[in-house]
């Protein structure tokens, strides 16, 4: 472990994190309909989720998925389901004055257990694992769940911020109404090259 090693680390987790996908594109959507400071829950449970994901995988899961490949379908089944109703929803969200009082962004626990179901999140974990924790050892695979505890936060913050940089402009009904369509759709899309469906 050096530091050339530490460095290349952190940037897989935070480009991982940072790039566009389900986590980033909802933090968006919750940033311009719900504001930051209200989106910090949904933040900590991403960042959260994807930590004990990260060890999770590392420790036992990725050998599962080996052993068993047909899970791997079933998780792609699960997760395009639950994509394709997270989608649904912010497409239909109500206008802010129209919103009833249980409207809300995710809490802690359902960002942290909707990486479960996000392709995304599951292709970073099992390729952090595979590039920077090949023996799966212990130490090697904390150090990777650190990696992401690390940078996940501040990687992902800058999605719900431009969602609130883009508020103001969306206090108009049908502008949000097209921008929570577009959003849907590009959460819609990002399942594209994640779960390989061109090929």
Sequence with gaps: MNLAFLTALLGFA???TATPG???LMLMASGANFGFRRTLTHMLGIAGGVTVMALLVGVGLMALFDAVPALNLVLKVASVG???W???KIATAAPVEERDADSRPMTFLQAAMFQWVNPKAWAMC????????PDRSLLSVAIVAGAFALVCFPAISVWAWLGTVVRKWLSNATRLRVFNITMAALLVASLYPVLGLGT
């Design 14 to 16: 935070f480009v991982a």
């Design 22 to 24: 389900p986590n980033n």
């Design 82 to 84: 639950y994509l394709l």
């Design 86 to 88: 997270l989608a649904f």
């Design 126 to 133: 099992l390729s952090a694992i595979t590039l920077y924790a």
